[in-house]
């Protein structure tokens, strides 16, 4: 096992190919996703706002436009096939369409939370109001850098999704828990795990 994750891990492009891979699985995970039974419009809603959130980080750091700036001088579009960040932008704007019109084209409300959540995640949102709302919620906020509070405020609910996550998936959902890490830590190798408690 570790000899076929090490061959993996000696490809140089495996990393970005991996990362690639998975934000196209998961657009097509939500493009396949039966609209009328299965999917609820929350969980929809959700998903669009993050993978908007994701186009207007892209925007915001210049990423996108540094992207296509080569495509629209050549006037070549089948060259947007080769670029990662363009066809990462693609694959959101296109997920993101196919979320609004396939699951929340009757569910307005859905549709406009999804709007406002992906305006109130922007970069440019935050950098504006998260220290405004930080002397709100009485957080201590360094003028030099409120996005380190941010980052520290952002963690601590990753761990307490992922905590409630967990105790309300009882045993099983332990037990999951468990032998996902007994495989990463086969994969990565126990050192990689140690490293993150020191």
């Keep these: ?3 076929g994750a090490e061959a993996l891990r000696s490809i140089p492009e495996f990393p970005a190919f991996c990362n690639a891979l998975q934000h196209a699985l998961r657009v097509a995970a939500l493009v396949t996703a039966d609209a009328d039974d299965g999917t609820p419009g929350v969980f929809a809603m959700f998903q669009a ?3 908007l959130t994701q186009i207007s980080s892209q925007v915001a750091s210049a990423k996108l436009a540094e992207a296509i700036a080569p495509i629209r001088a050549k006037q070549d579009f089948w060259s947007l096939l080769d670029n990662s960040t363009a066809m990462h932008a693609l694959i959101s704007m296109l997920g993101t369409v196919w979320l609004a019109f396939a699951h ?3 569910h307005t409300m859905l549709l406009a939370v999804m709007a406002l959540l992906s305006i109130a995640a922007s970069p440019v949102t935050l950098a504006l ?3 405004e709302a930080c002397k709100l919620l009485g957080m201590p906020t360094s003028e030099a850098s409120p996005q380190r509070g941010l980052l520290r405020f952002t963690s601590v609910l990753y761990a ?3 905590g409630a996550t967990l105790l309300s998936g009882g045993t099983v959902g332990m037990i ?3 032998l996902v890490v007994q495989l990463l830590a086969r994969i990565h190798g126990t050192e990689a795990f140690a490293s993150l408690f020191t």
């Design 49 to 51: 706002a993050s993978l």
């Design 176 to 178: 999951s828990a468990m």
């Design 160 to 162: 307490g999704t992922a």
């Design 104 to 106: 929340l084209r009757r």
């Design 1 to 3: 096992m570790s000899s």
């Design 129 to 131: 109001g998260w220290p």
